[in-house]
């Protein structure tokens, strides 16, 4: 299991929150995810073998919001 | 306040400034709701059925909780003190959700309260399963994020010092707020985003007046005479003609009456230094006005609707008007010391 940082853009109320971690929790390979509206980050704990930090973004990216990678 | 006034600012500010803080989770999860239906290919009928779930859910648990706010209130007497300072966090509580609203700096994010990881966990993986439950549950859930003008109530609900007053009182509120959650739950896919926006930056706007209106009652209720109503008839004075207060012979004991508009009569003179007593019967006065309150003397005295009691003090041996209100300090009169 990993855990990475993801820098949210475009997130302007707490339920934004909510429509991000839906989708990634329900990713193959997503243990976790938690959305913090005030910091707008998303911390995911993951499993790199199922999926990748790209493919994070990309469903975030689905959401409707911007992800950028914290290293 | 009476319960009418309750239900028209739940209607109006209510259900505005609470359906920004809370509004977001329920279109969310009907959202969702209805991606998981067009992915059946089930959307057939309207969605009003799980929002009225939702908003019963809501209202039973507000009911509950305002019956526990007034028992809390009939427990305990809170001073003029604990009021100020409540009413005090009410207000930047208030400014804070509107400024972040309006996206003014980042900072503001953290006055918005966002609910636990878990509960949000739970929600989703119940509306999968179950949708009425799951919305059901959002609405009762609402309790633990509450926006400002429901805090606002909640304090109403505990100044009441009585539980089926408390449980009136936020009933009647969620009632009002929820024609305005019914009809963003319904048009949830059909309001556009710009429009959402602008509904949004108009809600603000009205929060932030709100907390004015707020803020200048609490400041009347530290004492000072320099709330927006005397500073602005100060001005007027000064620009224009005014008649100086009524001249009144000073008195020694006076009877007022409370009544849900106020006080009855809320003028009275008394001699500096005297000791003076007043008689207070209420008739219909819910809400704050059962808490005569003269802060600047630090007394108050509780009556009960139907009920009298009598409030005994002694005039400050300076001239010049008090001001006596409600514990809120909403509805306010003046005793002018000669």
Known sequence: ?????????????????FNIDGPLEDADGVKESKTNYAKQV?????????????????????????????? | MNLWAIFITGLTVGGLSCMVVQGGLLTATIAQREQEKLKKRTLTTG?????LMFLLAKLFAYTILGFVLGSLGAAFTWSITATVIMQLV???????????????????RYFVIQPPHFLTRIIR???????????ALLGAFTVAIPCGATQAMMALAIASGNPLMGAAILFVFILGTSPVFFLLGYFTTKLGDTLQQKFMKFAAVVIILLAIFNANNTLALTGSNFTLENI????????????????????????????????????????AGSPVTIQLKNNNGTGCTQSFTIPSLGVQKVVPVGSTGTLTFTAPQKAGPIAFMCSMGMYRGTINVI
């Open chain 2, 125 to 135: 993986k119940k509306s999968k399963s179950d949708d009425f439950f799951a919305l």
């Open chain 1, 1 to 17: 299991m990993k855990k990475v940082t993801l820098k949210i853009t475009g997130m302007d109320c707490v339920s934004c929150a």
């Open chain 2, 90 to 108: 009410v207000v930047v509580f208030m400014v804070g959700t509107a400024l972040n609203i309006l996206n003014v700096h980042p900072v503001f």
């Open chain 2, 47 to 51: 969605n009003s059925l799980p929002i």
């Open chain 1, 42 to 71: 998303t911390e995911v704990t993951y499993d790199e073998a199922s999926i990748t930090k790209q493919q994070l973004a990309a469903i975030v990216k689905g959401a409707g919001y911007i992800a950028t990678l914290v290293e």
């Open chain 2, 232 to 271: 602005a008839n100060g001005f007027y004075c000064t620009v224009s003609y005014c008649n100086d207060l009524p001249i009144q012979t000073p008195v020694s004991s006076a009877a007022i009456t409370i009544e849900d508009s106020g006080y009855l009569p809320n003028h009275l003179t008394v001699k």
